[in-house]
T-cell receptor
């Protein structure tokens, strides 16, 4: 099946600094990717939809100036957490859709996630 | 997007068959039903997807009644490694801007020896 990678897998940064997380579709092209955030023992929360060549669409309550998303190519989307604070510490996961084996529908393929800790 | 309701948790023993049911009363005509498995500190992994009746693959079966207002994920002969959170998602077979997925709380399955 399709593979989505994320880099880094974990990162520790100091409060006030910015952190960039990369999401790549390795063997398929993705004009759209999705970014999620997951706090401990909670479900995934959709943050934004990343669109190749255009602006991202943010979910209600997600600060677009704090979580900068860039989708510059068909295989790469980046999420930059600007001026990070301890409350931004979380597990960030991206996903990209790809056609299912039978071609009848699409399946979402998720990256392995990035653990961000802000000290 | 249709909202889903699942049991918060389930317990089972190795070798048993586990059935997790998900309710999605507001499912739309074009919606597919997809189940994902998530282990701690990992991204969700696709298990199975279906539209109606029954779908089976190498790891699970998905049963969908005619009214499609619910679905049941069946895991045959579970093992300890099946301990995970299972999410049922309902949404349009991705197209355009409709592909984003809204996760419910999921079902935490605990398999005991």
């Amino acid at each position: 099946g399709a593979v989505v990678s994320q880099h880094p897998s974990w990162v520790i940064c100091k409060s006030g600094t910015s952190v960039k997380i990369e999401c790549r579709s390795l063997d398929f092209q993705a004009t759209t990717m999705f970014w999620y955030r997951q706090f401990p023992k909670q479900s995934l929360m959709l943050m934004a939809t990343s669109n190749e060549g255009s602006k991202a669409t943010y979910e209600q309550g997600v600060e677009k100036d704090k979580f900068l998303i860039n989708h510059a190519s068909l295989t790469l989307s980046t999420l930059t957490v600007t001026s990070a604070h301890p409350e931004d510490s979380s597990f960030y996961i991206c996903s990209a859709p790809s056609r299912s084996f039978r071609g009848e529908s699409y399946e979402q393929y998720f990256g392995p996630g990035t653990r961000l800790t802000v000290t | 997007l249709a909202k889903t309701t699942q049991p918060i948790s389930m317990d089972s023993y190795e070798g048993q068959e586990v059935n997790i049911t998900c309710s999605h009363n507001n499912i739309a005509t074009n919606d597919y039903i997809t189940w994902y498995q998530q282990f701690p500190s990992q991204g969700p992994r696709f298990i199975i997807q279906g539209y109606k009746t029954k779908v089976t693959n190498e790891v699970a079966s998905l049963f969908i009644p005619a009214d499609r207002k619910s679905s049941t994920l069946s895991l045959p002969r579970v093992s300890l490694s099946d301990t995970a959170v299972y999410y049922c998602l309902v949404g349009v077979s991705y197209g355009g801007s409709q592909g984003n997925l809204i996760f419910g709380k999921g079902t935490k399955l605990s398999v005991k020896p």
